[in-house]
């Protein structure tokens, strides 16, 4: 089974930056992407940004276009995610995710806090 550990949470303000890990553990036989969503405090879960695991392409939302840049350490088997000028809108859960051949895990999450 398949579990994801993220970490780097915190609180910052409006304009700064936050570096987000994710520690794969488990099978890492047949994924395909890894990738990064956040839920903000009353709002649905939305997507933030993906990395193909083996080719290292990757995707954002047109919310953070610009200011985020996912990455993969394939030996340490951690996905990364750093968001640069940050919004108190951005205040949000922020998850690991991984999609592979038996679906999607999730992480539980990990609290950034933004204030302006």
């Known amino acids: 089974q398949v579990q994801l550990t993220e970490s780097g949470g915190g609180c910052g303000q409006a304009g700064g930056s936050v570096n987000l890990s994710c520690i794969v553990s488990?099978?890492?036989?047949?994924?395909?992407?890894m990738g990064w969503w956040r839920q903000a405090p009353g709002k649905e879960r939305e997507f933030v940004a993906a990395?193909?695991?083996?080719?290292?392409?990757?995707y954002y939302a047109d919310s953070v276009q610009g200011r985020a840049t996912i990455s993969r350490d394939i030996a340490k088997n951690t996905v990364s995610l750093q968001v640069t000028n940050l919004k108190p809108e951005n205040t949000a859960v922020y998850y690991c995710?991984?999609?592979?051949?038996?679906?999607?895990?999730w992480g539980k999450g990990t609290l950034v806090t933004v204030s302006s």
């Open positions: 488990g099978p890492t036989e047949g994924r395909f992407d």
């Open positions: 995710i991984g999609d592979g051949e038996n679906g999607r895990d």
């Open positions: 990395i193909n695991w083996d080719a290292g392409r990757t």
